[in-house]
């Protein structure tokens, strides 16, 4: 069971302004310099270099050298999982605040993003509410299954089905497919390695395409007819 002292310290890490700023931005699943980290929490470079070195110590983030360059992502799916129920609770006590004050930002996110790397927001709802109602998934509760059919469709999209099951059959490999509550929609979306490849394939068949310097995503005009007509996503706004 883990000890009060570590989870205390996990609280602490990620309840600091500046940090959960730089941790948010590193929810899209990009590696990001400590400069470019610094920008976003609007904070000098030795600061932020503190506050990642600390980070990375207690196994938030992780870094990769790229010849004389480091890049900074988060450590591990659990950690976006962790930030991604943060938000879904604070949002549930925030105090509601008139349509006419969200900004289109907070809309775009709203909409359309990553969480880490798969889906969320509208879109990331409607296309497990998809796979759900066709029967290419299970998702209840915590847990979730693909079937036979589920697996079938995701290789005539072209997901390399072969790959994603060896890879998560391995020891210590994520999880295949779960729900993924939503902190916007307050229903859940596909997470796992089944929701990592969809979202991969939906940036590699330019489905979908990044709106700069926020992780929010825009559906195009390609992407929005494969996701109703091959999907049979509902998809609103």
């Not at 349509?99 to 909409?111: C, E, M, Q």
Request: charged content about 20%; some cysteine; aromatic content about 4%.
């Amino acid at each position: 069971m883990t000890s009060t002292a570590t989870f205390a310290t996990i609280a602490a890490l990620a309840g600091d302004p500046a940090r959960a700023v730089m941790l948010h931005a590193l929810m899209d699943g990009r590696a990001l310099t400590a400069s470019e980290l610094a920008r976003a929490a609007g904070v000098t470079a030795q600061t932020a270099s503190g506050h990642l070195a600390r980070m990375t110590s207690a196994g938030l983030v992780c870094v990769e050298k790229q010849g004389r360059h480091r890049y900074h992502r988060l450590a591990s799916s659990a950690v976006a999982n962790m930030m991604e129920s943060i938000m879904q609770v604070a949002s549930a006590l925030e105090p509601a605040q008139p349509r006419l004050t969200v900004g289109p930002r907070d809309a775009a996110l709203r909409a359309a993003r990553t969480c880490y790397d798969h889906l969320a927001g509208r879109l990331g709802v409607a296309l497990a509410d998809a796979m759900a109602t066709h029967g290419y998934a299970d998702l209840a509760g915590d847990g979730g299954i693909v079937t036979d059919s589920g697996f079938a469709f995701l290789g005539r999209i072209g997901v390399d089905v072969e790959a994603l099951t060896v890879r998560s059959s391995r020891r210590g490999v994520r999880i295949m497919c779960r729900p993924c509550l939503d902190w916007s929609e307050r229903r859940p979306h596909l997470a796992g390695a089944v929701g990592a490849a969809l979202c991969a394939l939906s940036f590699e068949k330019n489905w979908i395409r990044r709106i700069e310097d926020t992780r929010a995503v825009v559906v195009t005009p390609r992407g929005a007819r494969v996701f109703r007509e091959t999907f049979g996503a509902q998809l609103v706004g």
